[in-house]
C-alpha cells in the first residue's frame, strides 16, 4: 500500500476489506483491468492522482467526472473513460510479474474474473 502519498485512500480502502467484486478489462484505458463501483463514495478527494499509471499501479477514482472505479494497469496504460481523460489516486503497487500480464490478457479475451481484496497478517 503507498500509504505515505495517498494515507487517505489507503485507510478508506482497508475500511472496505474484505472486498469482493468482479474484475472486467477496461474498455479506455489500455492494458488494465478495472472494478466498476458506480456510486459508491469512500468519502476521500483526490491524492496522489495519476493519469499515466505503469504496470502494476493499483488506481481509485472517486466519483466525479465518470463513477467511482478501482483500476488495475497491467501493461501500458493511459487512465480514460467515455467523457475523458481521469485521474485516479494510486494507492496500492502490486509487484511486476509476467501473472499480471497473464491475467489481464485472460480478461480481455475470455472476461470477466473473481477478485478478492483482504488483509494478509
Not at 458506480?38 to 472517486?62: C, H, I, Q, R, W
Request: aromatic share 12%; glycine share 10%.
Amino acid at each position: 500500500m503507498e500509504t505515505k502519498k495517498a494515507p487517505e485512500t489507503c485507510e478508506a480502502f482497508l475500511k472496505i476489506l474484505p472486498f469482493q467484486n468482479q474484475l472486467i478489462h477496461a474498455r479506455w484505458s489500455g492494458e488494465s483491468t478495472w472494478i466498476p463501483m458506480g456510486e459508491y463514495d469512500m468519502g476521500v478527494g483526490s491524492e496522489n492522482a495519476t493519469s499515466y499509471p505503469s504496470k502494476g499501479d493499483v488506481l481509485f477514482y472517486p466519483k466525479g467526472k465518470s463513477e467511482t472505479e478501482i483500476l488495475i494497469v497491467y501493461g501500458s496504460a493511459i487512465f480514460s473513460s467515455k467523457v475523458g481523460l481521469l485521474a485516479g489516486n494510486h494507492f496500492l503497487t502490486i509487484p511486476k510479474s509476467d501473472e499480471l500480464f497473464k491475467i489481464g490478457n485472460e480478461i480481455l479475451w475470455s472476461g470477466a474474473k473473481d477478485i478478492k481484496f483482504q488483509v494478509h497478517l
